[in-house]
């Protein structure tokens, strides 16, 4: 898999939000991916140094339009922590 596979997109929280001061960001994953994949994906899009990775797989949860059902599909967040001496990730670009 390539790392722009691996990454589909940052989620945006408040409780994520204030997880990147301590150096947490949070990421929707593709569901195929396995930690290794997501750590060399980071390190290799944002060019910082990983410390670790916790995965969350999120079930399909049952939907209803009417009388019409389905579900929601399957996602899977990493929680990615980065080491002391990395840089931060900007998600909103340059800050002045």
């Known amino acids: ?4 596979d691996v990454i589909l997109r940052p989620i ?5 939000m204030y997880a990147m001061d301590n150096k947490k960001y949070t990421f929707e994953v593709n569901v195929r991916a396995k930690k ?3 750590k ?3 390190e290799e899009l944002f060019d910082v140094k990983v410390d ?3 995965v969350i797989n999120t079930a399909p949860k049952p939907k209803r339009m009417g ?12 929680i990615v922590t980065l ?4 840089s931060d990730i ?3 670009g340059e800050e002045e």
């Open 90 to 92: 900007q998600l909103f």
């Open 40 to 42: 060399k994906s980071v």
């Open 67 to 78: 009388r019409y059902e389905g579900h929601t599909k399957k996602r899977k967040k990493a």
């Open 36 to 38: 290794i994949h997501i």
């Open 52 to 54: 670790k990775v916790n």
């Open 12 to 16: 945006i929280t408040e409780a994520s």
């Open 83 to 86: 080491s002391a001496d990395s």
């Open 1 to 4: 898999m390539d790392a722009r």
